[in-house]
């Protein structure tokens, strides 16, 4: 069974909560964080912590360096994490703004995952656990930098799959819906740096979209804890024949199943009632 992991966006939510029970559960975890006070935080916290920022290669290489040197040149199982969401409509995305949410969602993910796989091509055996989302899935409007980026997501993880038949690495997909995080926080603070709400025909659905970002608890209904995340990281973990896929929340099982039932007009017209203002 699978007992050293890394975890990429253990800041805060999913990722340090995933930390602090896979540890209980008797896993050596090492969990990393982006800025260095919240690698200081996880280390107080009693958790074996580096630093490590997906939008840098040299952070990359640095932040699983010093994740080995800890782990003694071991590493089960990589939980690649950390992403945070860009909300905002397609025409008012800049490449900029497309090519960060890229940075940090995707590309990042991809170079730490290609520096893992030779470790565990040696040992033999190995996890690469992708937290993806139901908007991996289908989409909403104006969350098509965060769709865009989990439907290359799920493409590639899929396509890393099949390569690696027979490797010994499994590669396991967890697709969360609303899950209670910082996560609208962080998607306030990028839709502030990237969008200019004033000189957009979206104006009006952006301010209804700034109150529900800043309002706090659960918003969206069947939101759950991340213990619902865990629950299924701990099968992903420990089958001995983990699925490809596992669905977190209602909404994702059930937008799973109708974007395979419905047409896709009536698919529409459907998303557009769940998340159409935004």
């Known amino acids: 069974m699978s007992r050293t992991i890394l975890i990429t966006g253990c800041s805060s939510g999913i990722g340090r909560f995933c930390a602090q029970e896979l540890k209980t559960r008797g896993y050596q975890v090492i969990a990393s964080a982006r800025l260095p006070a919240d690698v200081e935080h996880l280390q107080a916290a009693g958790l074996d ?20 040197a800890i782990s003694g040149g071991r590493l089960d199982a990589l939980f690649n994490n950390g992403a945070y969401g860009l909300p905002g409509a397609v025409e008012d995305l800049s490449r900029d703004a497309l090519r960060a949410q890229f940075e940090t969602n995707l590309f990042g993910w991809h170079e730490l995952t290609c520096r893992v796989i030779p470790i565990m091509r040696a040992q033999g055996q190995g996890r690469i656990i992708q937290n993806s989302s139901v908007l991996g899935l289908v989409t909403l409007p104006y969350r098509g930098a965060y769709v865009a980026s989990k439907f290359a997501l799920e493409g590639l993880t899929d396509t890393l799959r099949l390569e690696l038949a027979g490797s010994g690495i499994q590669v ?85 199943a109708l974007r395979r039932i419905l047409p896709t007009r009536v698919l529409d017209a459907m998303l557009l009632r769940v998340g159409g203002q935004g």
């Open 49 to 68: 912590a580096v630093q490590l920022d997906l939008e840098h290669s040299a952070s990359i290489a640095y932040g699983l360096e010093a994740a080995l």
């Open 172 to 256: 396991i997909l967890i697709e969360p819906g609303p899950i209670l995080s910082h996560f609208r926080d962080n998607a306030h603070a990028a839709y502030q740096r990237w969008i200019d709400a004033k000189t957009s025909v979206h104006q009006a659905t952006y301010q209804a979209m700034e109150a529900r970002l800043q309002r706090q608890g659960a918003v969206q209904p069947f939101t759950l804890g991340p213990q619902a995340v865990l629950r299924q990281l701990i099968r992903a973990l420990e089958s001995p024949r983990p699925k490809p896929r596992y669905y977190v929340t209602f909404p994702t099982h059930l937008f799973a």
